[in-house]
């Protein structure tokens, strides 16, 4: 069970967009359409913003959405907003009910 | 409203054990698959444990299968995590969290308690 890969941060002016990937292998990311990401807030629990790699939960802003290719799932954020900035986490089923997170990028709005 | 409230964290020495607990509210909470996740300080999420709706079905991560076991009792609505042989890496806060779907199995969690604390240390 690896953690995927993230980058450590990103950063963005307000009103733009940037994008988080999410690399794994093809036991994982690669094997099913089963991704997940999170927003965490300094001190606060997960919560839930895509799943099954594009899908948004009801509640959340229609400015998040994700992707996929290959080994590496995507997070995009369109329109940074000031209360955007958190950590994102992704997540994979990885197989044999087993699941991988990712070691988390930290989302500085500028 | 839905909930999920983790308690039982606390200060154990290396090798003690120490048993968490997870009190659901607000949903049929034997309707669902449930986790534990933990967050060393300063460190990212880490996926521990799952299990399915009725208890008969679990899983570990590699760093805690054979140590820890997870179990739930739906008559009581709480979900447990038994923590023995613990280390020093074992410290965390620790969240229980319900898989998205009722039923059956969805792969995300959508509801999270705010976490229990857990200190491993002489």
Redesign the interface.
């Known amino acids: 069970q690896s953690a995927l890969t993230q980058p450590a941060s990103v950063s963005g002016s307000p009103g733009q967009s940037i994008t988080i990937s999410c690399t794994g292998t093809s036991s994982d990311v690669g094997s099913y359409n089963l991704v997940s990401w999170y927003q965490q807030h300094p001190g606060k629990a997960p919560k839930l913003m895509i799943y099954e790699v594009s899908k948004r939960p009801s509640g959340v802003s229609n400015r998040f959405s994700g992707s996929k290719s290959g080994n590496t799932a995507s997070l995009t954020i369109s329109g940074l907003q000031a209360e955007d900035e958190a950590d994102y986490y992704c997540c994979s089923y990885a197989g044999s009910s087993t699941f991988g997170f990712g070691g988390g990028t930290k989302l500085t709005v500028l | 409203e839905v909930q999920l409230v983790e308690s039982g964290g606390g200060l154990v020495q290396p090798g003690g054990s120490l048993r968490l607990s997870c009190a659901a509210s607000g949903f049929t909470f034997s309707s669902y698959w449930m986790?534990w996740?933990r967050q060393a300080p300063g460190k990212?999420?880490?996926?521990v444990s799952?299990i399915n709706s009725d208890g008969s079905?679990t899983?570990?991560?590699?760093?805690v299968k054979g140590r820890f076991t997870i179990s739930r009792d739906n008559a009581k609505n709480t979900l447990y995590l038994q923590m023995n042989s613990l280390r020093a890496e074992d410290t965390a806060v620790y969240?229980c969290?319900r898989e998205?779907m009722a039923m059956g199995t969805?792969?995300?969690?959508?509801v999270?308690?705010?976490?229990t604390t857990v200190t491993v240390s002489s």
């Open positions: 986790h996740v990212g999420l880490v996926w799952r079905s899983s570990y991560a590699d760093s969240y969290a998205g969805s792969y995300y969690m959508d999270w308690g705010k976490g």
